[in-house]
């Protein structure tokens, strides 16, 4: 490496600084956007909560085969939908996530059973469409503003008809979650079909007096389910998204200051060797002179 004069390492230093001022203003609106999305995260969970406590209860009191959607199959092929982020600059955020799909869907092939992609962000559809892997449908631009709860309708859409038309025997959700405020990690769930209480668990109410056919009002509350339950997953990973970008740029910013630091002791040595430098000409001039 070429030795740096002092108005290089005088650039290099501005150069930091500049970086810096950017990594700590992306902080500071990532931890306003973390806000925001904790709020509805906190708000919708008490509502997806009771929902599945609900469907969990009606379950127990039907025929698992009265429903398309609560048949168990032997698993041959599976649908498996991952949510990523649509940017990156957050540290391990998607790394992690597209590490664990990696994973899920290694494990499922040495069992022989083969694995279809639907891809919410994004980060997970540029990695895994550009590989050797059976993409179902990809969606990017999923979080640019607000979460949005069409593509989670829409997914859920897609996914219900493959398995009630027997193209795939059981559909898997793999999400990063916010586990406390300041932390999350990835997390895989059976999606469908709907696991059913094992027997001798117990459930909430005994009775159900249907207004209207009773298998129209299962259906109906299992796709509100469905649609809840994968925008809930949405509404996790843009909380854990904005939480990882957060402490990302905040190392970023500290490590700028570091770097300010240390190639500002450098610059301090190089200015004084460039000094003690035009003393020692200044003083052999002189004495050349006498």
Sequence with gaps: MPKLSPRDIRRKIQGIKNTRRITNAMKVVSAAKLRRAQELLYSSRPYSDKLYELV????????RESHPLLEEREERTVDVILVTADRGLAGAFNSNIIRETEKFVAAKKEKGISSNLILIGRKGYQYFSRRDYSVVKGYDEVFR???????????????????TKREVDAVYLINNEMITRASYKPVTRKFLPFEMPEEG???GYSVYTFEVEEE??????????????LYRAMVESNAAEHFARMVAMDNATKNADDLVKQWTMIFNKARQESITLELIDIVGAAEAMK
């Design 145 to 163: 503003k607000e979460v949005n709860f069409g593509i989670a309708k829409e997914v859920s859409e897609i996914v219900r008809e493959r398995f």
């Design 56 to 63: 969990r209860d009606l379950a127990g009191h039907v025929d």
């Design 216 to 229: 129209e009002f299962i259906s109906r509350i299992l796709d509100l389910y469905l649609n809840y339950q």
């Design 201 to 203: 668990e117990a459930v």
